[in-house]
């Protein structure tokens, strides 16, 4: 483990602990007092966030880590993890269409809970970024001799302005959003363990595409 | 009604009074314990109804405590919940098999802790040789293996069958994807891991697909990521 990694733990760790007893506190306080629900409800909010922080912050340090080491590599159908993820995402956006279709083999080497993670997080922007009636096209297909995951939302884009910038850690389009700027970074470290390049491109008020372009094995 | 009992061993005082507040406000009795060792004889003199074990006790005592717990039939049969770090992935899986009931990972939500809890303790009062399980429109009917929501037979295979009954019977629980192989296709049959996630993917179906129900019960088969699924009515948190 390096210096960097480990300082990362340690720090998740024992902020976990004060987090533990603001949030609980918080949660108490929350169910007692009508008249401050507003308030506590925003603090519940934020003290989550810094959870999700450093839950994604010791998960990328992990990954930084891991490249490093010999990560764990095995037959992975890609197929399979793409459809369960599709599946999961619909349960949580019952009113959103999730089209999934598989158009060329699906078995790759690779890391399965990473693959599902990266995927998972990429279906989760797709599904926060459109509209409640919103279309996710998820599509695993072959180009020119590379084999790609394509989802396409038809969502509110990203301004052109973001976008050379948007896997930069830390980097949030909407400061208003509840998101925490590592996702697409975590997606970016994942893909380059499996040799795999992410591509993004966005029409503003449009949606947005997002490509996972592995090579042919 | 007398107010069940819950024992919470934790060594940070700030976590075990917070705990204990919010339990005591959710009426509940709490005893308190810092150490393993005033944990057990707390278990021993005072007979908690559930336990709240911290599994970062010094020198891995939570886990002898379990052990120790499992050895001695007049505590054997106390549940226990664990509250795990996020960043312990192996420490879970480790946990549940070495005999933990379920498990909160810090920063844990009150809310849903308690919901555990009772649920816990509803789970381990009522006996395990039920023939039939309810939750809301969704009913299983061991006799006529059959599966109903909102009194309507759905369409379901024999393993997503068992699958659902294993579930059922142990609800708010999240398992490893081993241990539901081991329980629902029996432990001694070779079956790659993966073939769970193909199972829970036909259950979720059966369950969306049918009838005109304004619950999606699919909704319910949760995926706890990095250990495995649970099945659950509480609302589900990214």
């Known amino acids: 483990m390096t210096d960097n990694t480990r300082l990362v733990h340690e720090l998740s760790r024992e902020l976990r602990a004060p987090l533990t007893v603001i949030s609980g506190y918080l949660e108490t306080l929350y169910d007692t007092h009508e008249e401050w629900q ?10 989550n966030r810094i959870d999700r922080l450093l839950n994604d912050l010791v998960y990328l340090t992990r990954l930084e880590e891991a490249e490093n080491e010999a990560a764990q590599v095995a037959k992975v159908d890609i197929a399979a993890v793409i459809q369960m993820v599709t599946d999961e995402q619909r349960l949580y956006h019952p009113n959103k269409t999730f089209s999934y279709a598989s158009s ?26 459109t509209a409640p009636d919103g279309c996710i096209e998820v599509l695993w297909h072959e180009v020119n001799g590379t084999r790609v995951l394509c989802i396409k939302d038809n969502g509110v884009g990203i301004e052109p302005q973001h ?25 970016k470290s994942i893909l380059e363990h499996h040799s795999a390049c992410l591509r993004i491109s966005s029409e503003f008020g449009k949606g947005t595409a997002i490509e996972c372009v592995f090579k042919l094995e | 009604m007398n107010a069940k009992k819950i024992l919470i061993v934790e060594d940070e005082i ?17 005893l308190e314990a810092g150490d393993a060792q005033d944990a057990h004889i707390q278990l021993v003199d005072n007979k908690p109804d559930l336990v709240l074990l911290d599994w970062m006790l010094p020198g891995n005592s939570g886990l002898e405590l379990i052990r120790r717990m499992k050895r001695d039939t007049s505590i054997a049969d106390v549940p226990v919940i664990m509250l795990t770090a996020r960043t312990d992935e192996d420490n879970k899986i480790q946990g549940l098999n070495s005999g ?23 789970r381990s009062a009522s006996s395990s040789e039920n023939s039939s399980y309810r939750m809301q429109g969704l009913q299983l009917d061991d006799k006529s293996h059959r599966v109903y929501i909102d009194d309507e037979a759905i369409d379901i295979g024999p393993t ?9 019977a142990n609800e708010d629980r999240a398992f490893s994807r081993s241990q539901i192989l081991d ?26 697909r049918a ?25 589900i948190q990214k």
């Open chain 2, 160 to 168: 997503e069958y068992k699958l659902l009954r294993f579930f059922m």
């Open chain 2, 211 to 235: 009838g005109t129900s304004p619950i999606d019960y699919g909704l319910y088969i949760q995926t706890v990521r990095g250990t495995g699924y649970r099945f659950s009515s509480l609302v």
């Open chain 1, 38 to 47: 507003a308030p506590f409800d925003r603090m519940i909010k934020q003290s």
């Open chain 2, 14 to 30: 700030a976590i075990r009074e917070m705990i204990r507040t919010s339990l005591e406000m959710a009426g509940f009795e709490c």
């Open chain 1, 104 to 129: 060329t083999q699906s078995d790759i080497q690779g890391n399965g809970d990473q693959l599902y993670t990266a995927f998972t997080k990429l279906l989760e922007n797709a599904g926060e970024n």
């Open chain 1, 163 to 187: 976008l050379p910038r948007i896997t930069d850690r830390f980097y949030r389009t909407d400061l208003n959003s509840d998101g925490v700027g590592l996702g697409l970074c975590i997606v």
């Open chain 2, 100 to 122: 933990a009931d379920d498990y909160v990972t810090k920063p844990f939500s009150v809310r849903e802790l308690i919901a555990r809890i009772k649920a816990l303790l509803r």
């Open chain 2, 183 to 208: 329980n629902v296709w029996g432990g001694n049959v070779y079956i790659e891991e993966r073939t769970v996630d193909v199972h829970i993917r036909r259950l979720r179906n059966a369950l969306r």
